[in-house]
């Protein structure tokens, strides 16, 4: 079962514009990250955020992180062609019997045109 | 190249062979991982170590799959009797696994996507 959801699922926008991507997940969590996946390629980790931060930047990176809501965001602000992937938000479910898997969410996919 | 490497990155098999796939993880990480991922989906976890040690496997996993990490470095996951709906983007990832997951960043390798004819 998936831990995170993404949305909106597919993204479509032009070099220089922002992108926001939101992240919703089910249960408590210690920390919340963001990973890129290039087409046809592992992921590449982007930033954690802690449950006790509300936003942390990278970069071109924003995330924000409302626990109230069970929420965070990922903004990349004046967006390149290059930023065109697939971005997954990931957490780790509260402990059963000592789990220490991370949970991905279904991922939006982000297309920069040129 | 420090990074993880997976091998073949490719494999191509006919209905109910079995496969075995490699993966090389950053030489100091003793955690490690499996996830299998489709088409428009994101990582689906599979199984993971801490060191040697296998300490969970999604339930999801049947029993025609088994993984292994015999010194604690690279790992092998092996499909028996391979069906159709095991095509997919098999992924390991590894990480220092000095404390909780939720505190550490994943390192991806590039995957080794099976067809299954």
């Known amino acids: 079962s998936q831990q995170g959801e993404e949305d909106p699922q597919a993204l479509s926008i032009q070099e220089g514009e922002n992108a926001t991507m939101n992240c919703s997940y089910k249960t408590s969590i210690n920390n919340l990250q963001w990973y890129r996946q290039n087409s046809g390629r592992g992921l590449v980790h982007l930033i954690l955020i802690r449950s006790n931060e509300r936003e942390k930047h990278s970069g071109r990176l924003r995330v924000t992180l409302d626990t109230s809501k069970k929420s965070s965001s990922l903004l990349i602000t004046a967006s390149r062609a290059a930023d065109t992937a697939s971005y997954f938000c990931?957490?780790?479910?509260?402990?059963?019997?000592?789990?220490?898997?991370?949970?991905f969410g279904k991922g939006t996919k982000l297309t920069v045109n040129p | 190249d420090t990074g993880v490497s997976q091998n073949p990155r490719h494999k191509i098999t006919k209905r109910g062979q079995n496969v075995t796939f490699r993966c090389d993880p950053i030489?100091?990480?003793?955690?490690l991982y499996w996830y299998r991922q489709t088409l428009g989906q994101g990582p689906e976890f599979l199984t993971y170590?801490?060191?040697?040690?296998?300490?969970?496997k999604s339930r999801l996993l049947s029993d025609r799959f088994s993984a292994e990490r015999p010194k604690g470095s690279f790992s092998t996951l092996e499909i028996q009797r391979t069906e159709q709906g095991d095509s997919a983007m098999y992924l390991c990832?590894?990480?220092?696994?000095?404390?909780?997951?939720?505190?550490?960043?994943?390192?991806f390798g590039s995957g080794t996507q099976l067809s299954v004819l």
């Open positions: 170590f801490q060191n040697e040690a296998q300490l969970e």
């Open positions: 990931a957490t780790v479910p509260p402990p059963q019997g000592g789990s220490e898997k991370l949970v």
């Open positions: 990832a590894s990480s220092l696994g000095q404390g909780r997951a939720s505190n550490e960043k994943l390192f």
């Open positions: 030489s100091e990480h003793n955690r």
